[in-house]
């Protein structure tokens, strides 16, 4: 079993940022890939990004590629999106979810075994 928390949503003016936070625990952190998801009311759960297991590639959806980073710290057992130069479009939940292997990067949601509980992120014209 492996429990994901997201903390750091809230409301940001654009162009503004925010770094959320996903703390894992329940399986050892670095035999899992970790992906961002996000979805806003009335839309499909979109992919934001993933990152291996060891941290050494990132990958990104092209809406926000240039713009948010995610990270992990192996330390701490959380995974980090720093979003910059926020968007309105951006708002959504967002969530994050573990692969079922250090490598798994998919952009779909249907492989992730796991999923916190999302955390808002609201950006305002």
């Known amino acids: 079993q492996v429990q994901l928390v997201e903390s750091g949503g809230g409301l940001v003016q654009a162009g503004g940022s925010l770094r959320l936070s996903c703390a894992a625990s329940g399986r050892t952190f670095s035999r899992s890939a970790m992906a961002w998801f996000r979805q806003a009311p009335g839309k499909e759960r979109e992919f934001v990004g993933a990152?291996?297991?060891?941290?050494?590639?990132?990958y990104y959806a092209a809406s926000v590629k240039g713009r948010f980073t995610i990270s992990r710290d192996s330390a701490k057992n959380t995974v980090y999106l720093q979003m910059n130069g926020l968007k309105p479009e951006d708002t959504a939940v967002y969530c994050c979810?573990?692969?079922?292997?250090?490598?798994?990067?998919?952009?779909?949601?249907?492989?992730?075994?796991?999923w916190g509980q999302g955390t808002q992120v609201t950006v305002s014209s």
């Open positions: 979810a573990a692969g079922p292997g250090a490598y798994y990067t998919s952009s779909s949601p249907s492989g992730y075994n796991y």
């Open positions: 990152i291996t297991g060891s941290g050494g590639s990132t």
